[in-house]
């Protein structure tokens, strides 16, 4: 069994949740990601992606707010021990391309379907695609 771990991107970019959502979209620029992990001190909060940016605040004037105000919580995360197999079968099951990996309750890295395409299976990784996103 292949795990997590052998697939995932471990340097997370990280934001804390009093952050101006402004910061959050230059992270994003500065690192070509489209997702950031919000975290409250040591504990992951939730995520907020470069579509939460759009859609919940540019979309509704809300250029003043913090990241806090507009982090996805509901996550569904994975263990760097599970099997990467599973692991894509459950972002095709929840319609994500990003999942935290956390080890307990420290996040220790993020599996995207980028990771699955370029060093596990693109075939693995076409899948997942077909399967998630507005197209899906």
């Given amino acids: 069994?292949?795990?997590?771990?052998?697939f995932m991107t471990e340097d997370v970019v990280t934001i804390e949740?009093?952050?101006?959502?402004?910061?959050?979209?230059?992270l994003m620029r500065e690192y070509d990601i489209g997702l950031v992990a919000v975290?409250?001190?040591?504990?992951?909060r939730g995520v907020v992606t470069d579509r939460d940016i759009v859609v919940k605040a540019i979309a509704e004037g809300?250029?003043?707010e913090r990241v806090g105000s507009?982090?996805?919580e509901t996550l569904v995360t994975v263990s760097p021990d599970d099997d990467v197999v599973r692991a894509a079968e459950l972002m095709s099951?929840?319609?994500?391309?990003?999942?935290?990996?956390c080890d307990g309750k420290q996040l220790v890295?993020?599996?995207?379907?980028g990771d699955l395409a370029t060093r596990a299976d693109s075939n693995m990784a076409g899948i997942v695609m077909e399967q998630t996103g507005p197209e899906a």
């Fill in 17 to 26: 949740s009093d952050s101006p959502i402004e910061d959050a979209a230059r």
């Fill in 62 to 64: 809300r250029f003043d």
């Fill in 39 to 44: 975290m409250d001190g040591e504990s992951l």
């Fill in 1 to 6: 069994m292949q795990t997590v771990r052998e």
């Fill in 70 to 72: 507009i982090v996805s």
């Fill in 109 to 113: 890295g993020m599996l995207s379907v």
């Fill in 93 to 101: 099951e929840t319609d994500v391309r990003r999942l935290p990996v």
